[in-house]
């Protein structure tokens, strides 16, 4: 994404847009995949000789949860980017797309899970849980009242 430095007022200016998902395309964030276009909602604002640009960054992801292993998508945002470019006097442009990409990847999560109440999968048979007990002896969806769920099912 490119700022025209010479376009920006006094007083600043908003710039909100997107970002093709392309701009992940040398770098995949490891088992993260940028679901589509990275918004943007920023404030640019010359600051004594400075280019001042903050604001929120927002991308649809697609990820493995750390729990059940399945894909899910999610969102993922960063609400405090703020970048400060020195040295842009005679430039007429700056390109902000490697903050961008390098915000986003900062924000991934370490610990991505479908849902709070995801069940994961059972330690022994590997069936995922959120599906339904397994019937493992001594996992999670055994004894008389998990027969009884699948006798009701
Ligand atoms: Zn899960
Ligand atoms: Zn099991």
Known sequence: MLINVARIPEDGMPLEGEEPPEIFELEEPGDFRVAGPVCYELFAQLVSGRLLVRG???????????????IFSTTVSDSGFLRDYSGIHGTEEVDITEDIREAIILSLPHFPVCDEGCKGLCVQCGKNLNKGPCGCPGGAGSGAWGTLDNLSL
């Open 56 to 70: 929120t960054l927002t991308a649809p992801l697609e990820t493995r949860c750390a729990r059940c292993t399945q």
